[in-house]
């Protein structure tokens, strides 16, 4: 007896053994297909490297990708086997088993394997990121029933899930890449110098006009002590604001004589900010240079100095901070987090979409306020509802302000108006950001619309902080905010209101704003029935 309980125990080792060599290859197949999808970074090269892997797998003989775009098929690729006789069209599935199939999540074979007459096996592979679906494939391959085992269902739905989230990465990347360069270009249209150091003074960034009014010609300056190219007067200057910065926090602007040319002697205004990282950690300054030399220039400045010292202080800062998140994130995306964490991918990815529509915001309203002061600001004019532009700007809030109460009020039989519905949108998505920002947890928004005369009114109220009413005069200027400690660690760069209110004056119409201190505030616009 006892050899025979050996031989047993032989057997069950030998299994145990093989299953777990099995779970081994299977771990190590998952790890190998992560790493070729989630590395890619082009929507393109993404379903290319899906396709190749799915050729490896199950000699497909055609595969049909489709995306979903904002809930519709809108985006569809087909990729054939090479044997063109083996060719099949990719075709949509039923829509009830395609649903079917898309709310279990998981690869599904609707072929019949008992089908005698069937040319081809056909299957759908959902394309399924941790939060969403984002599309599915058709797969159609020969009658080969064994090919489709339990092992090949858990690798095809693991690829399907990387797929997914490498499809969710690109575009998230390609967001990212896209408002870079939109910042990149942003700086480029300013007409100032802009320079950026770290704090040993080694160049980070600096646009063509700081090359152009500081004379540097080097087209290598990344990465160099500015020292090497500004060795003169303005260079002496430029390291007596970097100290001054170091000891104190901050640097009061200068002037300096500058001969960046043969035969060419200007003067330069030069204005230095510190910039720090999300810790509020210093890394390094920021230089704005201006040239003073025309006496036009310096009148000019004397009126906007001021302006152009809270561009410096609350606009590089509001720029830096998610500039510096989002770099942040992404190098631990890319360096740190495993291919399999998806949770912490998720968690990380939220960030960056997060403070990219930070920057699109900031930058949307730079952009408004130079076509403002360059004349380009245009309306159109259409008849429109007030209150249909209230509701729709409501349903916006509705679903990321969970913690704010908003109600409406509306008069009967509302007169339609003649305006910009566009820019009316804008004016009160500006309002309501601001009353939910500055209300406490569980606040309060009404909205009314009335008419008063050939005027119609709508009032946005809040339960907020409210506005000293020695600040209430001042608000709509430009990169004015409300100083006091309530406010203090708010975000935003002071631009909203000042836009508003050009809005309303180029509509004919007004705004008011009413505030009492711990109680709230209400602004009302007034908008013309009928232009005049």
Known sequence: MKPVSIEKEHQFLTRTISSLSDQIDLFATFQDLSLKIISQFDLENILETFCNILKELMNYQSVSTYLFVEGEILYKRVHHSGDTSRRQRGIIPDPKILKWVMSQGRWTVLTDFQDENAGYLLSVLPLKAPNQLLGFVIITTEVSPSLYNQKLSSILNFLGSQTAIAIENQELYSRTNHSNAYMTNMLESISNGIMATDMEGRITLINKNATAITGINSKQIIGKHYYNFLKNDLGKEIKQLCSTIKNKGFAIESMVNHSPYKEVDIIIGISASPLTDNTENTIGIIYVFRDLSASKEIERLTKLDEIKSELVSNVSHELRTPLSIIKSYSEALINQVEPEDHKTREKFLSVIGDETD???????????????ESGKFTLYFNKTKLEDIVNSVISVFKTKSANINIFTDFQKNLPPIEADEDKIREVLINLVANSIKFSPMGGTINIAVVTQDDLICCSVSDTG??????????????????????????????????IVKHIMDAHQGGITVDSIMGKGSVFSIYLPITRG
């Open 358 to 372: 930070r920057l699109s915001n900031i930058v949307s309203n730079l952009l408004d306020i130079s076509r403002i």
């Open 465 to 498: 902080i409210g506005i000293p009413k020695d600040q209430l005069d001042r608000i709509f200027e430009k990169f004015y905010r409300v100083d006091n400690s309530d406010t203090y660690e708010i975000e935003g760069t002071g631009l909203g209101l000042s």
